[in-house]
């Protein structure tokens, strides 16, 4: 079993940065990847961001290189995703998600999820 604690949410404008953090608790599961999604009203949830929890190694959806930067922190079991140059499409729930595997991007890769923080970007 993991535990996700999101934060770092919020009300922002277009062009403004934002960074989320998602402290993980676990003594009993190995977690080889943890990601970052995010859910838009209306819309399904979709694969951001994740890193490989052993070597750091990330890997991003198209829309965001170059914009998100997803980080680890193994001391502190937390993974943080740094959004630069926020668009109103954007704005979504974000949701952490933890992983046994390496290289999912599917929501159904991911055995482990927060709650989820909200973003939302004005314009």
């Known amino acids: 079993q993991v535990q996700l604690v999101e934060s770092g949410g919020g009300l922002v404008q277009a062009g403004d940065s934002l960074r989320l953090s998602c402290a993980a608790s676990?003594?009993?599961?190995?977690?080889?990847?943890m990601g970052w999604f995010r859910q838009a009203p209306g819309k399904e949830r979709e694969f951001v961001a994740a890193i490989n929890w052993s070597d750091g190694a990330p890997y991003y959806r198209d829309s965001v290189k170059g914009q998100f930067t997803i980080s680890r922190d193994k001391a502190k079991m937390t993974v943080y995703l740094q959004m630069n140059s926020l668009t109103p499409e954007g704005t979504a729930v974000y949701y952490c998600?933890?992983?046994?595997?390496?290289?999912?991007?599917?929501?159904?890769?991911?055995?482990?999820w927060g709650q989820g923080t909200r973003v939302t970007v004005s314009s």
């Open positions: 998600a933890a992983s046994g595997r390496l290289g999912g991007v599917r929501v159904a890769d991911f055995a482990f």
């Open positions: 676990t003594r009993t599961f190995s977690i080889a990847a």
